[in-house]
């Protein structure tokens, strides 16, 4: 059986990949485009998930992250800032920023047990105490929803299906159309 900080830590780097396989190819106005009717959006999902390393995997652990996030420093991630890109920053950068979050992860996870102590410093401070094993589950739960998030909004705007669901030699339109049907009988 493997250690339990190893498979979350599996875990975490197929979520990961999940999320970056969701932006990957899709045109810069679609990436920012609200997909959903409060403004979800791919960029603004991996926008997101960089400060959730940041925090989770560094910050809580006395690592600085790798870089500065003007949405932070400036507080406007509390304004919701930190889930859509503005004009003049580039997907590429933030994806990039992404990276390097997870990079910085991905050393704490390899340099901590899974009981060494952490402090979520946005937390209440009788909650704030915590360690690396509860975090990884955190931070693996919180990326797996944002990843599955971002293989639907995907979906809507290219119709490629997430690579999970996506079988080979799936005749789509005619398993919609089943579906489709079995809803329509309950009209």
């Known amino acids: ?8 830590h599996t875990r975490l780097r197929v979520v990961r990949a ?3 396989a969701a932006v990957d190819g899709v045109g810069e106005h679609d990436l920012r485009r609200p997909l959903t009717p409060t403004g979800t959006n791919l960029i603004g999902l991996v926008k997101h998930l960089v400060g959730v390393e940041h925090v989770y995997l560094g ?8 870089d500065v996030l003007p949405w932070v420093e400036d507080g406007s991630v509390w304004d919701g800032a ?10 590429a950068h933030i994806v990039d920023l992404y990276r390097r979050a ?8 390899a340099g901590l047990d899974v009981d060494s102590p ?16 509860f975090l990884l589950v955190w931070i693996v739960s919180e990326t797996a929803q944002h990843a599955g998030h971002a293989e639907i909004v995907r979906e ?3 119709g490629r299906p997430a690579a999970a669901t996506s079988a080979g030699g799936t005749d789509w339109p005619t398993h919609v159309e089943h579906v489709r049907a079995a809803a329509d009988a309950h009209r």
């Not at 930190?82 to 997907?91: F, G, K, L, P, V």
Request: proline content about 7%; charged content about 30%; aromatic content about 6%.
């Open 1 to 8: 059986m493997t250690d339990v900080k190893d498979h979350l």
């Open 18 to 20: 999940a999320v970056l």
């Open 156 to 158: 809507l705007v290219d």
């Open 102 to 109: 997870c990079a910085h992860g991905d050393e704490t996870i």
């Open 118 to 133: 952490g402090r979520v410093p946005h937390w209440p401070d009788d909650k704030a105490d915590t360690t690396l094993g």
């Open 59 to 66: 910050e809580s652990f006395g690592r600085p992250a790798p």
């Open 82 to 91: 930190d889930m859509w890109a503005t004009a003049d920053e580039s997907s």
